[in-house]
C-alpha cells in the first residue's frame, strides 16, 4: 500500500465489511508573484529582458507573442528560469517586426487566476545624429 492509502476495518454485528481510503496529492499552488509590466520599450538591435518571477521554480512555463508560442529552439530569443522563479524572455537583437504582445503562462493552467502575465513591447528606431 501507498503511504496516503489506508484500510479502514470495523465490525457491525461480527461482520467486517472494511473500506480503503486513497488520499491523492492536492495539485500544485503555482502562480505569479511578480506580473510583467504593462509596457516595455527598446532600441532596435538592443537587447530587452522580460522578466517575471513564480512563486517556485518547479512551475512549468511557455512564453507567447501574439498567442502564438516561442519555441526554445528560436535562435531570435534566450529563454530562461532561475532557482528561485525568475522567467526571463530575452529578444536577443530586436526590430519593428518584434514589437506586440507578449505573455508568459503557467502550463496547464492559462485561464485561472494570477497563472498567466502580459506585456505589450514597443520596439523605437535608432535615432539618427547628424555631425
Known sequence: MHKNMGKSPCTINEIQ???????EEAPPDYHFTK??????STLEGEELAIKCTL?????PVKWYKE???ISSDDTRFDIDKDIIGVCTLKIKNPNKGDAG??????VGREKEKNCFTKT?????????YFT
Open 120 to 128: 505589450e513591447v514597443v520596439i523605437k528606431a535608432t535615432p539618427c
Open 35 to 40: 506580473n510583467l509590466p504593462k509596457q516595455l
Open 67 to 69: 498567442k502564438k508560442e
Open 17 to 23: 465489511p472494511g473500506s480503503y481510503l486513497d488520499v
Open 101 to 106: 504582445k507578449y505573455s508568459c503562462k503557467i
Open 55 to 59: 512563486n517556485t521554480y518547479k512551475a
